[in-house]
């Protein structure tokens, strides 16, 4: 999902060149991923001509971002499927326990106004290793609230 959403970003050369050319959508994740604070004015500047706002690119990204879990869940469940019908497979094996809850992605604003990605224990909420939330699809669903510093 990564790869997916760093091909709909937008370089300084491009915005400069044609910025009517460039997707909202580049501008919202260009805007929520650089941390070149001139590059940032410039994406602010483009979304302000357009009527946009920072919440409105929240918004797009978010949708966007659960549209692409969907589909790789589809993805994910259906080759699931596959394998076990080629395979025989049948019930059994290790489960958790029910009082386990893992992680869960959560994204927010950062101190910059940028919205960031953490991996969050579900329990406790606080903030645990990436590699907790590894394999998880990256939506916001557990924690929808955002808040700005």
Known sequence: MALASASC?????????NPSAVSASALCRTLASTKDAKFQQDLYAELTRRSMTVSQCADMIRKQNQAIAAGIAIVAVGAAVAVCANNNCRGGGYARPN???GADWDEFYNQYRQLVWACRDIATGQFVDY????GKAQTDWRWPAKYAY
């Not at 590699?131 to 590894?134: A, D, E, L, V």
């Open 131 to 134: 590699s907790n939330c590894y």
């Open 99 to 101: 009082y386990y809850q």
């Open 9 to 17: 970003t937008t370089s300084q050369q491009t915005l400069s060149k």
